[in-house]
């Protein structure tokens, strides 16, 4: 059974820097985008930034200049930092992965439970 597995949200000041870090665990085969989504409460699920397995990156504009995405794709981990976090960041954000596994051989998405980062003085 596959797993996405989000670690380090948290209470940030504004201004301040936080690193979202996803773990894919189970028997994959192959994954290719890693994106990072986010939600804020009474809005939709939005792209925060994404990443192919051949390192191409995309970001929404809220998040250009402001955050980097990366990934290792022989460990099946996606990392987001993200810097001069402002209060609109505040939201659940979450791992997401297109992947297909050693017993289904299509490729699916996957979600991680999501992070809460909060964005407050």
């Known amino acids: 059974q596959v797993q996405l597995v989000e670690s380090g949200g948290g209470l940030v000041q504004p201004g301040g820097s936080l690193r979202l870090s996803c773990a894919v665990s189970?028997?994959?085969?192959?994954?290719?985008?890693m994106d990072w989504y986010r939600q804020a409460p009474g809005k939709q699920r939005e792209l925060v930034a994404s990443?192919?397995?051949?390192?191409?990156?995309n970001y929404a504009d809220s998040a250009k200049g402001r955050c980097t995405i990366s990934r290792d794709n022989a460990k099946n981990t996606v990392t987001v930092q993200m810097n001069s976090l402002k209060p609109e960041d505040t939201a659940v954000y979450y791992c997401?992965?297109?992947?297909?596994?050693?017993?289904?051989?299509?490729?699916?998405?996957?979600w991680g439970q999501g992070t809460q980062v909060t964005i407050s003085s």
């Open positions: 189970g028997s994959v085969f192959a994954i290719t985008t």
């Open positions: 990443i192919t397995s051949g390192g191409n990156t």
């Open positions: 997401y992965a297109e992947l297909k596994t050693h017993a289904f051989r299509l490729f699916r998405d996957y």
